[in-house]
């Protein structure tokens, strides 16, 4: 999570349900429609990228199952007893598995954190010269093979359906369809297993469950459950509620895109608000390319805008480095 803004906006209260504003895009077209089929699936999704940054993505063709198994052992994980969470816990030195809610009892303010995580990354631990932070083994609780045989099958879909989406992108961008598969050779994506209790009825209206944030990858893929309480930030600072859509993800760009796009597209801010009373689990799958790769403004997307390039190039590992630092002081005594 990047960029958080603890500006007056945060404490607007999000409007009901406008799902005009973030549109459901079925994909089908994109693989099975022929050129033009391609072309209109990937203007449509510019269009969304452009205009608020999350679109929801059906016809993606990924089995059902796999995210009912996703979904039932994430709850069988949470469900455990707090110590057998805790063999799975990840450390300082070793950044998978099981992060704590930081929040303990006591006041809560805008800055609770009220969520748990599971934190899975490739592994790439077998490459010659691995890197110490991204290129490791993952932690997997005890006596659980079918979690982690889940949450492998929820990454590999969501990594496969995540490369046409980059295709889609450059496409809507009118480049070559091409143009970012080279940066993902050995990308150091996430996939995170989110448990959100409920906001406590009667809370000031600035607490919530993630505070206002955007992603910092070029690409999120979330799945929710059925209990709602995603928003986003419109452009005139206002928030709607982002609920699930049966059948479809919930997709939304991240800071990279933007860059990437030079501006063109938006990485906009969300939060999340489960005033529903009861337990919510969402799975946001994290695209990241290649820890070596430095993401700039793309010179043929510049050269269109006159030269002007509008964000300054960053390099993948060094940034995100600095995005698991913040993230363990949040973690705190925790870990
Ligand atoms: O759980 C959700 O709905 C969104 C989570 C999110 O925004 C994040 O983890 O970056
Ligand atoms: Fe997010």
């Known amino acids: 999570m990047s960029r958080s803004s603890a500006g007056v906006e945060d404490r607007i ?18 693989r099975h429609g ?24 059906k016809g993606h063709e990924v089995p059902e199952r796999i995210l009912s198994d996703a979904f039932a052992q994430s709850a069988r994980f949470y469900h455990l007893p707090e110590d057998e969470r805790q063999k799975a816990a990840a450390t300082l030195k ?3 598995g099981w992060i704590p809610m930081p929040y303990r ?18 592994d790439f631990s077998d490459r010659p010269d691995p890197d110490p932070v991204f290129h490791r083994p993952n932690r997997w609780p005890e006596d659980m093979p079918e979690f982690r045989a889940a949450c492998e099958a929820h990454y590999d879909a969501m990594l496969a359906l995540s490369r046409d989406l980059l295709r889609a992108f450059a496409i809507g961008l ?5 143009r970012f598969d080279g940066y993902f050779d050995l990308p150091i994506c996430q996939l ?11 809370s000031d209206v600035e607490v919530s469950n993630t505070v206002s944030h955007t992603d910092e990858g070029p690409l999120t893929i979330l799945a929710q459950d059925d209990v709602g309480g ?5 452009l005139d600072g206002s928030w709607i509620a982002a609920p699930p859509v049966p059948g479809a993800y919930t997709i939304n760009i991240g ?13 906009n801010y969300h939060r999340v608000r489960n005033k529903a009373g009861v337990e919510r689990f969402s799975i946001p799958f994290f695209l990241n390319p290649d820890a070596d790769t430095v993401v700039a403004p793309l010179p043929e997307l510049v050269e269109r805008d006159g030269g002007e390039a509008r964000y300054e190039p960053v390099h993948v590992g060094t940034h995100l480095k600095r995005f698991y630092a913040r993230l363990e002081k949040q973690a705190g005594d925790f870990l």
């Not at 006041?107 to 934190?119: I, P, T, V, W």
């Open 230 to 234: 995603l928003e986003v930030k419109r």
């Open 13 to 30: 209260v999000a409007r009901t349900v406008d799902l005009a504003e973030i549109p459901i895009i079925d994909f089908t077209p994109f």
């Open 255 to 267: 800071d990279m895109m933007m860059w990437w796009s030079n501006g063109r597209f938006l990485s």
């Open 105 to 122: 009892g006591g006041a809560l303010d805008r800055d609770s954190r009220l969520f748990e995580q599971y934190r899975i990354q490739a």
């Open 94 to 96: 070793w950044y998978r």
């Open 174 to 178: 009118g480049l070559p369809e091409d």
């Open 192 to 202: 995170s297993l989110l448990h959100y209790i409920p906001i406590p009825e009667g």
């Open 34 to 57: 022929g050129e033009a089929g391609k072309k209109a699936v990937a203007e449509a999704i510019a269009r969304a990228c452009t205009d608020i940054g999350f679109f929801y993505l």
